[in-house]
C-alpha cells in the first residue's frame, strides 16, 4: 500500500484535505526535472478550477462589480506573486521533489515552480475528490485575502493591459507565439513573441515560463505602443 512520506503527511493537515489517492499528492509535488512522471499535467488542470473557483467566489462576494473589474480582481488573485506567497505560507517548498540541478539552482524558492506547485496541488485535489472539495481548498487558501472593488485598481499585469490597449481602439488582440526555449530541461527560459497584426509589430521577452516569456513580450509591445506615433486610422 502507498504511504506518505511525513512531509507529504504534514502537508495533507495544512490542506485540510486527506487524499483517497496519496499519490496524486506526491505527483502534484514532483518537478519535471526530478521524474517523467511531473506535476505539469496537474498544474493545467488545477489553473483552470482555480480561474473557476475565484470567479464564483468573486462573483458571490464582489456581486457590485462590472465584469471587467471582476476580471482584474481575478487577475491579482491567481497571478504568480500570488500563487507563490500561498504555497509560502503552506511550505510546500518542503515536500517538493526536484532534480539535483535544480535543487543546486535554488528551485526550491523559485516562485514559478512554487506557484505551478499549488495549482497542480488544486488540480490533484479535483482528481481525488471532485470540484466541490477543490473548491473548498481554494476558499480555505484565500481565507485570509480581503476581497474588495479596490483590488481592480491594482497593477494589471501586461497581458491585461495590452488587451484592453487595443480594444479600446477597436483593434485585434495579441498573438503570442514560443520562439524558442532555451536552456536545460531543469532550467529552461521561454522566448515568446508577441505580434499586433494591425500595427504590423512585434516583440519579444524572455522568462521562466512560457507565461512570464507571454507577460515579458507583451510589456516590451506596450511600452513600443505607448512612445510610437499614433496610428492614423
Not at 173 to 199: I, M, N, S, W
Request: proline share 3%; with cysteine.
Amino acid at each position: 500500500m502507498f504511504g506518505l512520506s511525513p512531509e507529504l503527511l504534514a502537508l495533507q493537515q495544512r490542506l485540510d484535505h486527506v487524499f483517497a489517492n496519496p499519490r496524486l499528492l506526491e505527483r502534484a509535488l514532483t518537478h519535471r526535472s526530478f521524474s517523467a512522471d511531473h506535476n505539469e499535467r496537474l498544474e493545467f488542470l488545477g489553473d483552470s478550477v482555480l480561474g473557476l473557483s475565484i470567479s464564483g467566489l468573486l462573483f458571490e462576494k464582489l456581486n457590485q462589480l462590472p465584469e471587467g473589474d471582476l476580471s482584474r480582481v481575478r487577475a491579482n488573485l491567481v497571478k504568480q506573486e500570488t500563487l507563490f506567497e500561498i504555497a509560502t505560507r503552506l511550505d510546500l517548498a518542503r515536500p517538493l521533489r526536484l532534480g539535483e540541478g535544480e535543487k543546486r539552482s535554488g528551485g526550491h524558492k523559485r516562485p514559478s515552480i512554487l506557484a505551478d506547485a499549488l495549482e497542480a496541488v488544486i488540480g490533484a485535489v479535483y482528481l481525488d475528490a471532485g470540484f466541490e472539495a477543490a473548491a473548498a481548498l481554494v476558499r480555505r487558501l484565500y481565507g485570509g485575502v480581503e476581497l474588495s472593488a479596490e483590488m481592480s485598481a491594482m497593477g494589471k499585469d501586461p497581458k491585461t493591459e495590452l488587451q484592453e490597449w487595443l480594444q479600446a481602439r477597436k483593434m485585434k488582440l495579441p498573438v503570442y507565439r514560443v520562439v524558442a526555449t532555451l536552456g536545460e530541461a531543469h532550467k529552461q527560459t521561454f522566448d515568446v513573441e508577441c505580434t499586433v497584426a494591425e500595427t504590423g509589430t512585434s516583440e519579444r521577452g524572455i522568462g521562466a515560463s512560457r507565461r512570464a516569456g507571454e507577460q515579458a513580450a507583451a510589456a516590451a509591445m506596450l511600452q513600443q505602443l505607448n512612445t510610437a506615433t499614433p496610428i492614423r486610422r
